[in-house]
């Protein structure tokens, strides 16, 4: 059975007591943050900041490096982070739009009402849904919350939506969950919840906060 809105608000304040906040974009631009974002596509944090500051150093992340940018140095220099080979076009062709779309600033696009904005991020290439909400939460400071793969495994486990929920789904039933105020805290929170207690593989149950109402404690 789905759990009510308000059993797993209850779950997620109990996380997020419990884990103090990475804010890792902070001083960055919008588009570095952007940029890190795809950097971090199926790839941990380690990689994902390698290949961030070797990028950062080599070129720099600005529309206006990248877009000019090789592709075969881009790919060289984002190694760390998985996928690299097909990361690095992603990255050229995110700069090249950024520049010719919006002179190479995004900040009136994150000005923009909070669906009109995802709308704009989601068209430039390779920015899907969970990208575009990243931007939207750290950069605008928009109240969504954004789905990454350990919030997906979550959402399943404490049955807040049904086994074969889409990305849009978890984002829903969370949102409806969490009030606007808590959702970045809890984006922070509940990923390191993943990393650390509720993972992929033998969930540590025994030493979970939420234990005693998770529908899928012991099940593993
Ligand atoms: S009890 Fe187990 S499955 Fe449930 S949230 Fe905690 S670690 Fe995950």
Partial sequence: MIKAPGEVRDMVEVVVS???PHLW????????????????QKTERRGTRRAFLHLKKGLGINPTALARAD???IAELIKPAGLYRSKAPKIKAIALSVLELYGGDLTA????PEQEARVR???LPGVGPKTADVVLSFVARKAVL???????????????????????EVRAALESAVPPEMRLAAHLALIEFGREICVARKPKCSICMV??????????
Avoid at 25 to 40: A, D, R
């Fill in 25 to 40: 974009s902070e001083g960055m631009t919008p588009f570095e943050v952007l940029i890190s974002t795809v950097l971090s």
């Fill in 146 to 168: 954004p789905v990454d793969v350990h919030i997906f495994r979550i959402a399943e486990r404490w049955h807040a939506v049904g086994k074969e929920a889409r990305y849009e």
């Fill in 211 to 220: 234990n005693a109402v998770c529908p899928s404690a012991f099940t593993f």
């Fill in 18 to 20: 419990e884990f103090e």
């Fill in 121 to 123: 991020l989601m068209a």
């Fill in 109 to 112: 696009v994150l000005e923009l």
């Fill in 71 to 73: 592709e075969d140095a």
